[in-house]
């Protein structure tokens, strides 16, 4: 696949599906694949949650900023998985719109916190307080930030096989306007 921007970064929710997805759309590309969070547990020798308690949120996004930025500008034709906050940081989303195609991967909150319930061990910010009133409030702030990818993908009951067709289809509408 030829495509105008290097390389295609994924954003969305925590737990979303963004590097499920990311794996396999690499593949189906012929993409090198890079997810940022594993990038800083290489990085770090720490897992998230542990890298969140020794250090900080503050520290954690700077250093994820410096792993999707040195990758932006280093590496072509890559899949990139994201963290569900990167787009806090508005130079951050500069980069992306700048350096890629950005594809939001959205999905209904009643089933994001269903599939959430079952595994946030390595997702920090909702291991305290209520996962609903968390998710939501999480995604309220998030979603104007998100909206401006340059692909929406609504990932509710489809199969990853189907959100791969469906990425594919509008990754070739994209580059044709």
């Known amino acids: 696949m030829i ?3 290097n390389n295609i970064v ?10 499920t997805i990311g794996k396999i759309l690499s593949k189906t590309t012929n993409f090198d694949f890079i ?3 594993s990038e800083i547990e290489k990085a770090s020798n720490m ?3 542990d890298f969140f308690i020794k ?3 503050k520290e954690f996004r700077d250093v994820e900023k410096k792993i999707l930025v040195r990758n932006l500008l280093n590496k072509n034709n890559t899949v990139i998985s994201t963290g569900g906050g990167i787009l806090g940081d508005t130079e951050i989303i500069e980069y992306i719109k700048d350096e890629s195609i950005s594809i939001f991967l959205d999905i209904n909150l009643k ?7 079952k595994n946030f061990r390595n997702r920090p910010l909702l291991t305290s307080g209520n996962l609903e009133k968390t998710l939501t409030q999480m995604y309220k702030d998030r979603i104007e930030k998100y909206n401006k990818a340059d692909i929406k993908i609504l990932v509710d009951g489809l199969s990853i096989n189907e959100i791969i067709s469906k990425i594919i289809c509008k990754l070739n ?3 044709k306007n």
């Open 3 to 5: 495509l105008k921007k």
């Open 10 to 19: 994924l954003v969305g929710m925590t737990g979303v599906g963004k590097t």
């Open 35 to 37: 997810d940022v969070d």
């Open 47 to 49: 897992k998230i949650a």
């Open 55 to 57: 250090y900080s949120e």
């Open 111 to 117: 089933i994001l916190i269903k599939r959430l319930k």
């Open 173 to 175: 509408g994209y580059e």
